[in-house]
Nanobody
């Protein structure tokens, strides 16, 4: 299973970016999907997750109300729409796939994408 993330870039504070993560697996719909991020010198932290059915979504408090996660089964892709971006959102964003019990647990996920850089300038 391979995950390919894209969509990062440089944006000014208050702006928006959309991330995509495409999964090379016939069983995409069997995976819970998530986004994590890691800023320099910090641990990888949970951002958002979506259940394998797409019926449940989860967000870190720091992004709730600003970020939206979704998935499109036909395209085997999970998205993260990020609005009202702030400098503290600057990080490398990783998508992850797995069959998890704790959606926010970094060790719950079996497969990871390569990461995409998001930089928010003040």
């Amino acid at each position: 299973v391979q995950l390919q993330a894209s969509g990062g870039g440089l944006v000014q504070a208050g702006g928006s970016l959309g991330l995509s993560c495409t999964v090379s697996s016939r069983t995409f719909s069997s995976y819970d999907m998530s986004w994590f991020r890691q800023a320099p010198g910090k641990e990888r932290e949970f951002v958002s997750a979506i259940s394998r059915s797409g019926g449940s979504t989860f967000y870190a408090d720091s992004v709730k109300g600003r970020f939206t996660i979704s998935r499109e089964i036909a395209k085997k892709t999970v998205y993260l729409q990020m609005n009202s971006l702030q400098p503290e959102d600057t990080a490398v964003y990783y998508c992850a796939a797995g069959q998890v019990g704790d959606y926010s647990g970094v060790y719950e996920y079996d497969y990871w994408g390569q990461g995409t850089q998001v930089t928010v300038s003040s």
